[in-house]
C-alpha cells in the first residue's frame, strides 16, 4: 500500500512540475516576441539607442529565465536563443541594420518553434 501511495505523489508530482514548466515556457515565448516586435519597430523607426536597450533586456530576460526552461527541454534551444540575443545587441551596437533585422527574425522562429515543440502531438510524443 504504502508503494502505491509513493507512486501516486510521484505521478502527481511530475505531472504539476510539467504543467508549470510548460506555463513557463510558453510565457517565456510569449516575451520574446512581444520585445522582438518592439525592437523591430525602433529599428524601423530608426531608433537604434532604444532598439539597443531593448535587446540588453531581452538577453537579461532569457538568461534569468532560462532555468526552468533548461530543465524541461533541450537547453541547446535556450543556448541558441542566448546567443541569438547577444548577437542582435553587438548588431545594433554597430548600427548593423540588416544582421540586426536577421537576427530579430532568427529569434522569432526559434521561440515559434520552442512553442511549438509544447504542444502535445504525435510527432512530438514519438
Known amino acids: 500500500m504504502k508503494n502505491v501511495r509513493a507512486s501516486i505523489l510521484l505521478f502527481l508530482f511530475i505531472m504539476i512540475f510539467v504543467y508549470f514548466a510548460n506555463v513557463s515556457i510558453l510565457k517565456l515565448c510569449d516575451n520574446i516576441e512581444n520585445v522582438t516586435e518592439e525592437i523591430e519597430l525602433n529599428i524601423i523607426e530608426g531608433k537604434n539607442e532604444d532598439a539597443y536597450i531593448k535587446s540588453i533586456e531581452l538577453m537579461d530576460m532569457i ?34 541594420t540588416s544582421e540586426a533585422n536577421a537576427t530579430l527574425h532568427a529569434l522569432k522562429y526559434n521561440s515559434r518553434n520552442m512553442r511549438k515543440l509544447q504542444i502535445p502531438n504525435l510527432e512530438n510524443i514519438l
Do not use: R
Open 63 to 96: 538568461q534569468t529565465k532560462n532555468f526552468i526552461t533548461s530543465v524541461y527541454i533541450s537547453h541547446q534551444e535556450v543556448d541558441i536563443l542566448v546567443t541569438d540575443a547577444a548577437k542582435l545587441s553587438v548588431y545594433l551596437s554597430h548600427n548593423d
